[in-house]
């Protein structure tokens, strides 16, 4: 297994652990009464993401070298990389798109404006996660 | 044409075993690319540019064909 590849399974499960978090405190009554109340929760529920993330991919990191027994080092990017890169980005445009429109049609059929802003955290985990899992297949099947 | 089932394969295991079972990790490094890009290579999955194909046979130092050859099934 590759940095890239522990970086993207560090994605996705950094992803799904605080998006289950952010939706079971919505679930509890927790949704912030404004916008502004939410977008703060929303921003630092982005912020846990990137720092689980980071520890995600240290744990990973030791766990795979000393499985492999050899030091998992990032390496510079070639052509194969860009390639899977640039498909991985093209699914996490598409869902980006869909999910973008199904938030715009939920706001249009009366989504509370506060919760908006979980919304659009839900859409970015959404297409991060789409990256993140096209490009964890395209580094096995390509 | 085109509707055939076309393929790409090559050579470099045996290649590397004649270069004095040369390492994936060296033949990366001469070719310009990662250690797992060369491991896709060698097992088919991924068939590299132009570029990449001209550095590893140079790697080699033999002529392109033998290390890639492109067959019509």
């Known amino acids: 297994m590759s940095m890239k590849e522990i970086s993207a399974l560090a ?7 605080i998006s289950i978090w952010v939706a079971m405190d919505l679930n509890g009554g927790g949704a912030a009464p404004d916008v502004s109340g939410a ?3 929303m921003i630092w529920a982005i912020g846990y993401v990137v720092v689980i993330n980071i520890i995600i991919v240290i744990i990973a990191t030791i766990i795979v070298s000393i499985a492999q027994r050899e030091e998992v080092k990032d390496e510079r990017s070639d052509e194969r990389d860009k390639l899977i890169n640039g498909r991985a ?19 249009a059929f009366g989504l509370a404006p506060n919760l908006v802003p979980y919304a659009l955290f839900g859409v970015s985990m959404l297409a991060g996660v789409a990256f993140a899992i096209t490009q964890l297949v395209l580094y096995r099947v390509n | 044409m085109g509707k055939d089932k076309a393929k790409v394969t090559n050579t470099i295991r045996t290649l590397r075993f004649h270069a004095g079972e040369m390492t994936q990790a060296a033949l990366a490094e001469k070719a310009g690319v990662t250690r797992q890009t060369i491991v896709a290579i060698e097992q088919g999955r991924y068939s590299p540019s132009l570029e990449v194909a001209f550095r590893i046979a140079r790697a080699f130092g033999v002529p392109l064909e033998q290390v890639f050859q492109y067959t019509e099934e």
């Open chain 1, 11 to 17: 994605m996705v499960v950094g992803s799904v652990v």
């Open chain 1, 89 to 107: 980005m093209g699914a996490a445009y598409f869902v980006l798109s869909v999910s973008i429109l199904g938030v715009l049609f939920w706001q």
């Open chain 1, 39 to 41: 977008a703060w929760d």
